[in-house]
């Protein structure tokens, strides 16, 4: 891969977490059902950013794509997880 796509490939989640953190952002516009304050925003950019930075950290060293593939699903779940658990409280 060339390094074009490989940077491609590097800031694409950066953007993916910024479209993500406006979506609640332009809700607020126009509903009332969706409440996030300053503090909302941070977790949830602290949460996605440390796990694309993470992930990006460890796949520049990790060299087997099946452990990069196991090492993205992990983070997608704990993510995934966490984020129920601060929306509704889960577990």
């Known amino acids: 891969m060339d390094s074009m796509g490989r940077r491609i490939w590097r800031v ?3 953007i993916m977490i910024a479209l993500i953190l ?3 952002l332009v809700a607020m516009r126009f509903t009332d059902e969706v409440r996030w304050t300053g503090f909302d ?5 602290g949460l996605l950013g440390g796990a694309v930075g993470g992930y990006q ?3 520049r060293f990790i060299q087997d794509r099946r452990w990069r593939v196991l ?3 992990g983070l997608l ?3 995934m997880i966490v984020w129920a658990q601060g929306a509704v409280g889960i577990f």
């Open 22 to 24: 406006l979506t609640p």
């Open 71 to 73: 090492l993205g699903g």
């Open 12 to 14: 694409a989640p950066w």
């Open 41 to 45: 925003f941070a977790v949830a950019a």
């Open 57 to 59: 950290l460890a796949a």
């Open 77 to 79: 779940l704990f993510v």
